[in-house]
T-cell receptor
Framework: AQRVTQPEKLLSVFKGAPVELKCNYS??????LFWYVQYSRQRLQLLLR??SRESIKGFTADLNKGETSFHLKKPFAQEEDSAMYYC???????????FGTGTSLTVIP | DSGVTQTPKHLITATGQRVTLRCSPR?????VYWYQQSLDQGLQFLIQ???????AKGNILERFSAQQFPDLHSELNLSSLELGDSALYFC????????????????FGPGTRLTVL
């Protein structure tokens, strides 16, 4: 069965500190991995996807197939990063996303 | 707004009742996805339609059903409502039938908050 674990429901860091939001997945086959973000009073939106190997708003995520992890990292957190973050694997070329329960990140000024 | 729209924004009803949630995808998107977000379970995929046809099914109860119309809008019907059905229901759309890949992502609506009393 597909499973996504985001172990931290709440995470607080100080502005300027590094931040890491953890995601572990259990997924048959080779999934594509995504991070979605929901800022206060805004819609859920795509943050980044692993196949693009991109850095968005200073965030990066490395897919570790051995550990089946896809942790989201940023070296220096900003107040505007405070949001709800969801890790979401999807079957390669598929049409189902399996969202984690999310991590609420608060960046303390 | 050319993004995904959902109506109503809020819905309060009683147990045993039936409600219909509506979703209009982004212009040109053929796929519509429905998700349920409850406090302790995160976002759960319910069902996907692509160009009017059911494409994938997730954790959707038998009391729930959905359809996608020729104009591509979709409705999620929830019947015999129970207290546990209280949740935020999201609709998302994507251009194609698959949501993976470089050019494809899901675009989410603002959600409908359903409260069952």
């Amino acid at each position: 069965a597909q499973r996504v674990t985001q172990p931290e429901k709440l995470l607080s860091v100080f502005k300027g500190a590094p931040v890491e939001l953890k995601c572990n997945y259990s997924y048959s086959g080779s999934p594509e991995l995504f991070w979605y973000v929901q800022y206060s009073r805004q819609r859920l939106q795509l943050l980044l996807r692993h196949i693009s190997r991109e850095s968005i708003k200073g965030f990066t995520a490395d897919l570790n197939k051995g550990e089946t992890s896809f942790h989201l990292k940023k070296p220096f957190a900003q107040e505007e990063d405070s949001a709800m973050y969801y890790c979401a694997p999807s079957s390669r070329g598929g049409n189902q996303f399996y969202f984690g329960t999310g991590t609420s990140l608060t960046v303390i000024p | 707004d050319s993004g995904v729209t959902q109506t109503p924004k809020h819905l309060i009803t009683a147990t045993g009742q039936r409600v219909t949630l509506r979703c209009s995808p982004r212009s040109g998107d053929l796929s519509v996805y429905w998700y349920q977000q409850s406090l302790d379970q995160g976002l759960q995929f319910l069902i996907q339609y692509y160009n009017g046809e059911e494409r994938a099914k997730g954790n959707i109860l038998e009391r729930f059903s959905a359809q996608q119309f020729p104009d591509l809008h979709s409705e999620l019907n929830l019947s015999s409502l129970e207290l546990g059905d209280s949740a935020l229901y999201f609709c998302a759309s994507s251009p194609r039938g698959t949501s993976g890949g470089l050019k494809n992502e899901q675009f989410f609506g603002p959600g409908t908050r359903l409260t069952v009393l």
